[in-house]
Nanobody
Framework: VQLQASGGGLVQPGGSLRLSCVAS????????MGWFRQAPGKEREGVSC????????YYADSVKGRFTISRDNANNMVYLQLSSLNSDDTAVYYC????????????WGQGTLVTVSS
């Protein structure tokens, strides 16, 4: 299992970014996929999740209405559209697969840093 997140960067408050995650080494279509983030000095937290067939999505209360998760199973990609960003969204963002109810915590890949600052 390999995961590579990208698309992070420096953005002003109120701005938007689109994060991408490319997955390899496993059939993405068989897994739910989630996005997590870890802010400086804080524990990693779940941000969003999308089911295998995109029929169910989950968002943490802190991002609900501002972030949108999507996936492209044919190309093994997962996306997270971030909008109305604020300084609390500053973090390293990671994607992770979930099989059934089990997150594959041994499969953390490279995250992407999002910095929200004026």
């Amino acid at each position: 299992v390999q995961l590579q997140a990208s698309g992070g960067g420096l953005v002003q408050p109120g701005g938007s970014l689109r994060l991408s995650c490319v997955a390899s080494g496993f059939p993405l279509a068989n897994y739910s996929m989630g996005w997590f983030r870890q802010a400086p000095g804080k524990e990693r937290e779940g941000v969003s999740c999308v089911s295998r067939m995109v029929d169910t999505t989950y968002y943490a209360d802190s991002v609900k209405g501002r972030f949108t998760i999507s996936r492209d199973n044919a190309n093994n990609m997962v996306y997270l559209q971030l909008s109305s960003l604020n300084s609390d969204d500053t973090a390293v963002y990671y994607c992770l697969p979930k099989y059934g109810s089990a997150w594959l915590y041994d499969s953390w890949g490279q995250g992407t840093l999002v910095t929200v600052s004026s």
